[in-house]
């Protein structure tokens, strides 16, 4: 089910209605409807892929039960990498098997073998897969780290697995932040459902208004790149990187304002990552829950085990973590090299830990306008985050360089093409105005602006440029 649909628009206020007005005096069977709700949810796509989201919650929780019980922490490090490899088994198999048959079978053909793609197989992506994996299998690692008790309440914990406003693109929310506001008893909160509502109006605004417009001008261009001079290949560049921060940074408003409607609390997911003035501050910045989870789960561990084996091999590391990122993403070899892209702008931090450190927390601090210096990191930052878009949206490596070499030739433009830019200046000034609050300005009064008739005028926009058949989240396929 899209959040940017009919049926979604009925399925919401019948949850509602239900989880504050019927089922409220018992937790368990309000869980119980979280529950039921959120396998509706995920169901509408393809309800076979139900019985994988109930395996993974079966697994892990099992697992988690037992972890404590074990009297060796051999014993239960075999139990947490019994989590880990059925979890990345699951992953592995629906999203990366034809990945790897395919790389080893165009390998041998480079080699002078011929061999033909019989071990392919029509395989589905089940929606989401990447993000219920890791929120369940982060729950097994930090029973095991003794950071969070586990839980013997199956209905609730299978509720923070499957917590429908986040099941499918995130945040990737950590069992110690969800689950225990699924334990404990919610009493409604007249601002935080308010909230919630005007976070809901702002990222359907940020999808349907902007990305959906965006949409079409990036898949003509990438599409077509061979036909266009540089001018326009950067103006597709520029647009795709806005098109997927309002496509997901949408999805999290999105989600995190239906959390509150249900009196729970997710993290956040984006904090104004264009107006970063490095590339640190940018993955500090973009996708929170996925770079916070990676660093907590492969980076920091890893740099603990070879915390004395020299630059070359934190280098090594470095890049391992980027590439995972990188890797998660999809199962092609652009997603490798946009993150391989990334890391090597990190190299710099091996050798000095300091190299990205900034004297304030965000641009303009306390002040209206950014110093020249600060324009220039922003604007410098921003190109290098839009050149890794373009291998993370091109279908190969070859179409990804060509694109970038097209890039610099030709910079003849037309109104037509640069249309996409009324949609984006407005977004940008106003992220500006409103960069020092990360949930918006819905959430502070203003006195220069009425929230309740902004809110109205942002929902007649977005009926104007609603479609029925509006496209997915581009999260969705990872």
Known sequence: MLFNSIEFLLFLPIVFVLYWFVFNENLKVQNSLILISSYVFYGWWDYRFLSLIFLSTVVDYI??????????????????????LFNLSVLGFFKYYNF???????????????????WTLNIIL?????????????YSIDVYRKKL???????SFASFVSFFPQ?????????????????????????QGVQGLRLII???????????????????IFNNYQDFGGGILWLGAIYFTFQIYCDFSGYSDIAIGTSKLLGIELMSNFNYPFFSRNISEFWRRWHISMTSWFTDYIYYPLKL??????????????????????????????????GLYHGMFFIPTIVNPKFYKLKTHQISFNKIFPSFKELYQVITTFVIVLIGFVFFRSETIVDSFTYL???????NLSSNETIGLLYIFPMVILDYLVKNNERFLLFVKCRLINNSLFCVFLILIILLFFKENSGDFIYFQF
Not at 68 to 80: A, E, G, M, R, T
Not at 102 to 118: A, Q
């Open 202 to 220: 702002w990222g359907m605004f940020k999808k349907v208004v902007i990305a959906d417009s965006l949409a079409p001008m990036v898949d003509d």
């Open 149 to 155: 008790d586990p839980t013997k309440d199956f209905i």
């Open 167 to 191: 099941l499918v693109a995130g945040p990737i929310e950590r069992a110690s932040n969800l689950l225990p506001q699924i334990l404990k008893k919610r009493e409604f909160q007249y601002e």
């Open 63 to 84: 697992i988690g039960l037992n972890i404590p019980k074990q009297d060796s922490d051999k014993k239960q490090k075999l139990l947490l990498w019994c989590s880990v």
């Open 405 to 411: 070499s097209g890039m610099i030739s030709n910079f």
């Open 100 to 118: 790897f048959v395919d790389s080893w079978i165009d390998l041998l053909n480079s080699v002078g073998y011929e061999v033909k793609s019989v």
């Open 305 to 338: 085990e070879f915390r004395d084996s020299g630059h070359s091999v934190n280098i090594i590391v470095l890049l391992f973590y980027f590439s995972v990122i990188g890797f998660w993403h999809g199962a092609n070899w652009t997603f490798i090299v946009f």
């Open 126 to 138: 089940p929606v989401g897969i990447s993000f219920y994996t890791f929120q369940t299998m982060s």
